[in-house]
């Protein structure tokens, strides 16, 4: 399925890029966005690596706070359209194309010195193999620093009614964009046994429902990297 994730993003970058604008969405900003910053807790003296960072809206978020970012996606289109948006930020955002299902790739990413922190918005379940990608950050990030990402609650978004079998499926983010795209469902102890057999330490954890629901669609994560 690697090479139909990427197929798809393709071609859905544009419609993306226009429909999350500069601003982003409400989905983004006001679920997504407060207690990921309430867990990163982004500074100005930190090196982020933002994960799959589509069109570049929570890299722009950290570099108007002084925040230095190196911010990838998979999807060539999507990183030259957060290139041309994000254009006023080229001194503290070094976007790349980078595969993150590939080891070796993602280490091609560490900088001079080691990030202090990683984040991925909602990107961990579009992800087919998410090995790699836990291994290198890990690797690339500074003793203490932290990993936050947010991802479908896997608790309460699955396929086929089944939590504990892996599986893909395919979906729509969002109204109207021109390609399905492939969802990975993981449950909670996979995606965290993995981080633990990485290195990761569990630092924070969040539940996040729709407005008047009582049951939480995403979750957002924080791991540290033990001293």
């Given at each position: 399925?690697?090479?139909?994730?990427?197929?798809?993003?393709?071609?859905?970058?544009?419609?993306?890029?226009?429909?999350?604008?500069?601003?982003?969405?409400?989905?983004?900003?006001?679920?997504?966005?407060?207690?990921?910053?309430?867990?990163?807790?982004?500074?100005a003296n930190d090196l982020v690596l933002d994960i799959a960072c589509g069109n570049g809206n929570y890299a722009a978020?950290?570099?108007?706070?002084?925040?230095?970012?190196?911010?990838?996606?998979?999807?060539?289109?999507?990183?030259?359209?957060?290139?041309?948006?994000?254009?006023?930020?080229?001194?503290?955002?070094?976007?790349?194309?980078?595969?993150?299902?590939?080891?070796?790739?993602l280490m091609s990413l560490r900088q001079a010195k080691p990030f202090t922190k990683a984040v991925a918005n909602m990107?961990?379940?579009?992800?087919?193999?998410?090995?790699?990608?836990?291994?290198a950050t890990y690797a690339m990030l500074a003793a203490g620093g932290s990993f936050v990402f947010s991802t479908h609650?896997?608790?309460?978004?699955?396929?086929?009614?089944?939590?504990?079998?892996?599986?893909?499926?395919?979906?729509?983010?969002?109204?109207?964009?021109?390609?399905?795209?492939?969802?990975?469902?993981?449950?909670?102890?996979?995606?965290?046994?993995?981080?633990?057999?990485?290195?990761?330490?569990?630092?924070?954890?969040?539940?996040?429902?729709?407005?008047?629901?009582?049951?939480?669609?995403?979750?957002?994560?924080?791991?540290?990297?033990?001293?």
């Open positions: 399925m690697h090479k139909e994730d990427l197929a798809a993003w393709e071609a859905n970058a544009t419609f993306w890029d226009d429909y999350m604008g500069d601003e982003s969405n409400f989905f983004h900003c006001d679920m997504v966005r407060p207690q990921t910053d309430n867990l990163l807790q982004p500074t978020w950290l570099a108007a706070r002084g925040v230095q970012v190196v911010a990838f996606d998979y999807s060539p289109t999507m990183v030259a359209l957060a290139r041309k948006r994000r254009a006023a930020y080229t001194e503290q955002i070094n976007f790349q194309v980078c595969d993150a299902t590939d080891y070796d790739a990107a961990i379940m579009d992800i087919s193999d998410i090995e790699p990608l836990f291994s609650h896997a608790c309460f978004t699955y396929p086929n009614g089944n939590y504990f079998t892996s599986a893909m499926h395919k979906g729509v983010a969002v109204e109207g964009q021109p390609q399905l795209q492939c969802y990975y469902h993981r449950s909670l102890q996979e995606l965290l046994n993995l981080a633990f057999k990485v290195g990761f330490v569990l630092a924070g954890f969040h539940e996040i429902p729709f407005e008047h629901d009582a049951t939480p669609i995403i979750m957002i994560v924080k791991l540290t990297k033990a001293v």
